[in-house]
């Protein structure tokens, strides 16, 4: 479920239609939305939605949650047993395709763009499959939100053919900066 950014100009106010879990942003601490509550929509990108609630702070919702703001709900990745077969049609570029669809909750810009990836490998298992091994950063240190984007990249490369085993680890050395983002990350945020 892959929606657009909502533009300023058409940002509208969304009451729950019930009780849903959110973390809030930049912290990461978890909180319980109320049916009723009212909610200003203001990025719905990689399956989750960001929110300003009516007391201004930003709220992250987790796809599963979508409903609640008249959204279709998406499950979470399956723990699904892959096929032997599938082992010999892995590409770790694929990998990075799902990690493209991890996206920073306060920036419209996905991870690997922000260039939050720091290191993608893989190693073959014996018996089959591959193991993974991700580290990425936060784009300020003691971000809030490293473990739910942590779990976000962790869920989504599951799901590639061929992996079996995922380790996403949070790093903070070399430090990030703006020197990392990509050409088109640069260009959509304004920063030449």
Request: charged content about 25%; overall charge negative; glycine content about 8%.
């Given at each position: 479920?892959?929606?657009?950014?909502?533009?300023?100009?058409?940002?509208?106010?969304?009451?729950?239609?019930?009780?849903?879990?959110?973390?809030?942003?930049?912290?990461?601490?978890?909180?319980?939305?109320?049916?009723?509550?009212?909610?200003?929509?203001?990025?719905?990108?990689?399956?989750?939605?960001?929110?300003?609630t009516d007391l201004g702070y930003l709220a992250r919702?987790?796809?599963?949650?979508?409903?609640?703001?008249?959204?279709?709900?998406?499950?979470?990745?399956?723990?699904?047993?892959?096929?032997?077969?599938?082992?010999?049609?892995?590409?770790?570029?694929?990998v990075m395709a799902k990690l493209s669809t991890v996206f920073d909750p306060e920036i419209p810009v996905?991870?690997?763009?922000?260039?939050?990836?720091?290191?993608?490998?893989?190693?073959?298992?014996?018996?089959?499959?591959?193991?993974?091994?991700?580290?990425?950063?936060?784009?300020?240190?003691?971000?809030?939100?490293?473990?739910?984007?942590?779990?976000?990249?962790?869920?989504?490369?599951?799901?590639?053919?061929?992996?079996?085993?995922?380790?996403?680890?949070?790093?903070?050395?070399?430090?990030?900066?703006?020197?990392?983002?990509?050409?088109?990350?640069?260009?959509?945020?304004?920063?030449?």
């Open positions: 479920m892959e929606l657009p950014v909502i533009g300023q100009n058409k940002k509208k106010e969304i009451a729950l239609t019930r009780d849903c879990d959110a973390t809030t942003i930049p912290s990461g601490e978890k909180i319980r939305l109320l049916q009723g509550e009212s909610v200003v929509l203001t990025q719905a990108l990689g399956g989750s939605f960001t929110v300003r919702i987790a796809a599963v949650d979508a409903d609640a703001i008249g959204f279709i709900s998406s499950p979470r990745p399956s723990e699904a047993v892959i096929p032997q077969s599938a082992y010999r049609h892995f590409d770790i570029d694929q996905n991870v690997v763009d922000l260039g939050l990836i720091y290191l993608c490998e893989a190693t073959e298992i014996e018996g089959g499959g591959h193991a993974v091994k991700i580290q990425m950063s936060m784009t300020a240190p003691g971000c809030g939100m490293g473990d739910v984007l942590r779990q976000d990249a962790l869920e989504r490369v599951k799901t590639v053919a061929g992996v079996t085993e995922v380790d996403v680890e949070i790093v903070w050395d070399p430090p990030w900066d703006r020197s990392r983002m990509s050409e088109a990350a640069r260009l959509q945020l304004g920063m030449f």
